[in-house]
């Protein structure tokens, strides 16, 4: 395969699990599925830009919940009062801690936004947030191969 090719596959990649680790709509599963399942990437670099991706997409959250926190109330803040509600109390519950959980659908990206209005340190909140979240890739890799 092209240089280009596998570069553009990688890019469209991180793109998505960037934006499926905002706010914004994104299907990073669906696209590691599928290159993986076309054998258009190797599996441990579509895991590892994957990760990065939805690490770096969890980073944008924890900014703007460390640094935003003085629009919390403005109607467009990305994560509603709801949202943030449940964060915090799965955040007192738990701690640091809770950002292991920052793979999981609906609650995770608000729980990295939480993650920053609680002025978690930077190095302990990448770290927690990329080995949940490369685990996560890892085990959907590994499942994608085994199904197909």
């Known amino acids: ?10 890019a469209a990649l991180f793109a998505s699990a960037f934006t499926s680790a905002t706010l914004l709509p ?14 258009l990437v190797p599996v441990v670099l579509a895991v590892g830009v994957a990760t990065a ?4 997409g969890s980073l944008v959250n924890w900014a703007i919940g460390r640094f935003l926190d003085r629009y919390r109330h403005h109607p467009r803040f990305p994560v509603s009062e709801a ?52 685990l996560r890739y890892a085990v959907i890799a590994a499942s994608a191969l085994a199904i197909l």
């Not at 994104?26 to 054998?39: Q, V, Y």
């Not at 609680?118 to 990448?126: D, H, I, K, T």
């Open 53 to 56: 991706g939805n690490t770096l």
């Open 83 to 134: 949202a943030m509600a449940r964060a915090q109390r799965w955040y007192d519950r738990y701690g640091v801690w809770s950002l292991l959980a920052s793979w999981v659908p609906v609650i995770g990206d608000p729980l990295t936004v939480v993650a920053g209005l609680m002025r978690v340190s930077f190095l302990p909140f990448v770290l927690i947030v990329a080995f949940a979240k490369g």
């Open 26 to 39: 994104g299907t990073s599963e669906g696209m590691l599925i599928g290159l993986i399942g076309m054998k």
């Open 1 to 10: 395969m092209p240089t280009n090719d596998l570069l553009t596959f990688l």
